[in-house]
């Protein structure tokens, strides 16, 4: 499975609204420099994002994005498909999934896998990348000296 910018993009920007939780909204501009993106695909990624119910937005002096529901309930799968669509690494295993039948002969094995990266994914929230990236920056900062 490779993921593309949109993916990678809009679960960094998502792990950033869950860090800043609580602080009130967080503007376009300040996620777009914590996480070196690109303003204009950030508003866009942010706007399907909204749309899929994962953040909220307010216009206006001290508007801003916000998360919709805590990061413990959003788990990586459910973002990656909204941004992604389909990450089955087959049309014929995907057409399976969706209640086609399959006609190729190895899509069992690529089914299976399938299976169990989605299993994976869902077991992943955005609450368990803050953590891991929070615990990643304390041991950098241990290591550091001038």
């Known amino acids: ?58 216009r206006g002096p001290g508007g801003g994005h916000e998360l919709t529901r805590p990061a413990e309930e959003i788990t990586l799968l459910s973002v990656l498909e909204c941004l992604e669509g389909s990450l089955a690494p087959m049309v014929c295993v995907a057409d399976a999934n969706r209640g086609g039948e399959s006609l190729c002969g190895q899509s069992w094995v690529w089914a299976e896998i399938y299976d169990d990266m989605r299993a994976r994914l869902a077991a992943v929230t955005i609450a368990e990348l803050v953590e891991h990236e929070r615990q990643h920056e304390r041991a950098i900062a241990a290591n550091y000296s001038i």
């Open 1 to 58: 499975m490779l993921l593309s910018t949109k993916g990678d993009y809009g679960v960094r920007a998502l792990i950033d609204l869950a860090k800043h939780a609580g602080e009130g909204p967080v503007q376009r501009s300040d996620i777009a420099r914590r996480r070196q993106l690109p303003e204009s695909y950030l508003d866009h990624l942010l706007a399907q994002l909204r749309r899929d119910g994962f953040v909220r937005s307010t």
